[in-house]
């Protein structure tokens, strides 16, 4: 399953629903009940979310819930440290898409990056990209940025098109600081046309996500939604926001 996807620049009009449709619902807390989940998939339907990212093990209770809907199902890989086997990882993307999700973020092996073994990296990419694509499912990449340098983003990116990705994500939300709209143009940068951002971590307002939006990237994880949302309701003159560049200030906060 797919759904449109729209890149927005400064100043540009987007509606309430336009929004909405760039929002992964996150449903990642470890400590999250299975009430809070039936009530994610709730908000995340009502509110036209294009997604909701949940943990592994909730996948068979979030297809349930979403079925019959438009929204995704987003499940994570070696969430949150990346440091899995090239095996573990391709195991629970395979076993992800079997149980129903359609896209999987994945956590780079960042020890490994910054040790500079690209091509253990690149492989490991590589081999689960060949493995979502061939069940026609997404894969996502996770950086972790706060341990990156913006050259260290650069060369990430790099790999990431090599290994034909269909995202880069900035953050897990579980790093001491998460997404940034300086990294997140330095991503959008360095990847091609085909490839896309998701940020996450920090968003969660909608000042935040309007400067997110202004760099290009198309995904936003956040549990911040139903804020978000009823803030654009509430701003919307005559049904459209503008796409802006301000600077603000993200918190860590996934």
């Known amino acids: 399953m797919s759904k449109t996807i729209k890149r927005y620049s400064n100043g540009d009009k987007i509606t309430v629903e336009e929004i909405a449709n760039t929002i992964d619902h996150s449903l990642l807390r470890p400590d999250i009940t299975v009430k809070e989940l039936i009530e994610g998939c709730k908000i995340a339907r009502e509110n036209g979310c294009i997604s909701v990212c949940v943990r592994p093990s909730d996948l068979p209770i979030v297809v349930k819930e979403l079925k019959d809907s438009d929204v995704l199902v ?28 359609v896209e999987v973020d994945v956590v780079m092996n960042y020890g ?59 953050s897990t939300g579980y790093a001491p600081s998460g997404s940034k709209v300086e990294d997140l143009k330095i991503m959008r940068k360095n ?64």
């Open 112 to 170: 490994r990056f910054l040790s500079e073994d690209y091509d253990y990296v690149e492989d490991e990419l590589k081999q689960l990209a060949e493995l979502a694509h061939s069940k026609n499912a997404k894969l996502k990449v996770i950086f972790e940025n706060h341990y990156l340098t913006p050259e260290q983003i650069k060369k990430a990116c790099q790999i990431a098109v090599s290994a034909n990705v269909d995202f880069v994500k900035t």
């Open 191 to 254: 990847i091609t046309d085909t490839m896309e951002v998701k940020s996450a971590g920090g968003i969660r307002n909608l000042e935040q996500t309007l400067a997110v939006l202004s760099t290009g990237a198309v995904r936003i994880g956040t549990r911040g939604t139903e804020a978000i949302l009823n803030e654009a309701k509430e701003n919307a003159v005559d049904g459209y926001l503008i796409v802006s560049d301000h600077p603000v200030e993200l918190s860590k906060e996934y």
């Open 74 to 101: 987003t499940t994570v890989a070696a969430f949150p440290h990346g440091v899995a086997t090239t095996e573990s990882k391709l195991f629970e993307t395979k076993d992800a898409i079997e149980k129903g999700a």
